[in-house]
C-alpha cells in the first residue's frame, strides 16, 4: 500500500489510542490491524473524516479490547524468561505459574505440583533456566519413550535408538539407519501434538520422503493430524525459556 499521509495518535469514542495512515490509493474501505507490538493501526482513504474514523474505531472496540489483550499476552509468553514469581511456563500445552524461591538448606531445583511450579534457586538467571532445561529434559525422555515404545510396537516399526535434544525448531528426526531425535521442547505441547511428532518421525521409517504414501501412513494412525501439525505452526514461539 502507498501511505501518502501518517496521521498522529488519535483517539476512538472509547479513548482508545491509535495511528491513522491515509492512502491515495485507497478508495472507499476503512481497515484496521493490531501490530506485532499490540499498537492499533486504522487505514484510510485520504480524504476521509476524522469523525467517521473514530466512529469506526468505535464500533470495533470489542474486537480491539480482545486482540490488543491477546497479543499482550503472546508477547508476555514469547520473550526470554526471567524466571521470577508470578511468570507462566508452558507444559504440555497449557501454561503453569512460578513460585521461585530460595531456601538453602533445601534440595534446589524445580518440584511441579498443583498446577504450579515451584523452584528453589537463588537469584541467578543462568542456574535457575538450567533447572528448567533438566526437567523438561527429564519429563521429555520418560514421555516420549513411553510413546514411540507403543507406537513402534503398534506400527511394528522398530527403531535404533532415541535421543533428547536442545533443537529449538526442529522437533524430530530420523536417520537414514532409524535412529531418532527429539527436542526437549516437545514437551511443551499437548499430548496429541507429541504424538503426532513421533508418528510422523516413525513414518519415515518406512517412506524417507513426504510423499502423498508417506502423508497417507501418517493419516491412516493419527486422521487429524493436520490439526496437530497447525497447532505447532501456531504455537512454536511460545516454546522459548
Known sequence: MSIDNIDGKQRGLMNTTYTVKRSRKRKKTISLQVSADAKIIVSAPCFTPADEIRRFVGEKQGWIDKTVARQKKENAQRKDKDYETGEQFLYLGQFYPLEAFFEPFENAGIVFRNDRFYLNCRRDKALRKHYFVSWYKKKADALIRHRIDFFSRMLNLPYKRIRITCAESRWGSCSEDNR????????????????????????????????????????DVMPSYKAQRRWLKDNHEKFVL
Not at 189 to 201: F, G, L, N, Q, S
Open 180 to 219: 531418532m531425535a527429539f527436542s526437549y521442547r516437545l514437551i511443551m505441547a499437548p499430548p496429541d501434538v507429541v504424538d503426532y511428532v513421533i508418528v510422523h518421525e516413525l513414518m519415515h521409517i518406512r517412506e524417507k520422503n513426504h510423499s502423498s504414501r508417506f502423508w497417507q501412513n501418517v493419516e
